[in-house]
């Protein structure tokens, strides 16, 4: 009887000891797999995020372009504009107030380094229209941050006094605009005034002005929309002169 029980006992304890063997291997498998999932999962998450999180910043050498100007902000926090405790921004180169008051950009414009760190800042004209017979120009700069425009400084150039040309050459803007001895008539633009001036943090610096005679300009302002000079050949303010025969 004995001799029978050895051997069932002994195959007894041989099936036990695969079965264990393969429970305990299958453990280690499932427990191996829901290590790994969530290790896995969790830095999926992390590179989408990051990617999401942290955008491709555009390069700093990025030159700003006089249409982007169309639709950016005149004004800052830190920078008023015409007295706007937020900035105001322009659709398609206009803005409108409830009062009926507008903003709108004036073609002369320049690109340029003002700043010296290798990117093409912006130099445009903004003339306000509060509805009478005023209306106020105003040179601004825009510094090329991350590739978008950042308005950073304003001079105030007066009323009626349309500007002919802006420019920009060795970190400085050099702006050609009308304007009247300071007690001359509203009515008369006497002056033509070429202003060179430096970006000194949020200031526009007037280095320097030069003043030449004119007769052609009346003060109406409106030569400013026209972005040409009055004595070139597209200038709306030009005279005919009649063909000899």
């Not at 008539?185 to 070429?194: G, N, V």
Request: glycine share 10%; charged share 30%.
């Amino acid at each position: 009887m004995r001799r029978k029980l050895v051997p069932v006992v002994a195959l007894t304890m041989a099936c036990l000891l695969v079965v264990a063997t393969a429970c305990s291997t299958g453990n280690r498998k499932k427990r191996n797999r829901s290590a790994d999932r969530p290790a896995g999962t969790a830095v999926e998450r992390d590179d989408v995020d990051t990617a999401r999180a942290t955008p491709t910043p555009r390069r700093t050498g990025d030159q700003l372009t006089c249409l982007e100007l169309r639709d950016t902000l005149v004004g800052s926090r830190k920078v008023r504009y015409r007295g706007h405790a937020a900035p105001i921004r322009l659709a398609d180169g206009r803005w409108s107030g409830p009062d009926g008051t507008t903003v709108e950009l004036q073609r002369p414009c320049a690109v340029g380094d003002l700043d010296g760190d290798g990117a093409g800042d912006a130099v445009g004209v903004v003339v306000l229209d509060g509805g009478g017979t005023g209306r106020f120009f105003t040179l601004a700069a825009w510094r090329n941050v991350r590739g978008e425009p950042d308005y950073q400084a304003q001079v105030d150039l007066g009323d009626r006094t349309p500007v002919e040309s802006v420019s920009v050459r060795d970190g400085r803007a050099t702006v050609v605009y009308l304007t009247r001895p300071a007690d001359g008539p509203m009515a008369e633009l006497s002056i033509r005034r070429t202003a060179v001036y430096q970006l000194r943090g949020t200031t526009l610096a007037e280095l320097r002005h030069t003043d030449a005679r004119v007769t052609d300009a009346s003060g109406d302002g409106d030569t400013a929309d026209s972005g040409t000079a009055p004595d070139s050949p597209d200038s709306p303010t030009r005279k005919r002169r009649p063909r000899s025969r």
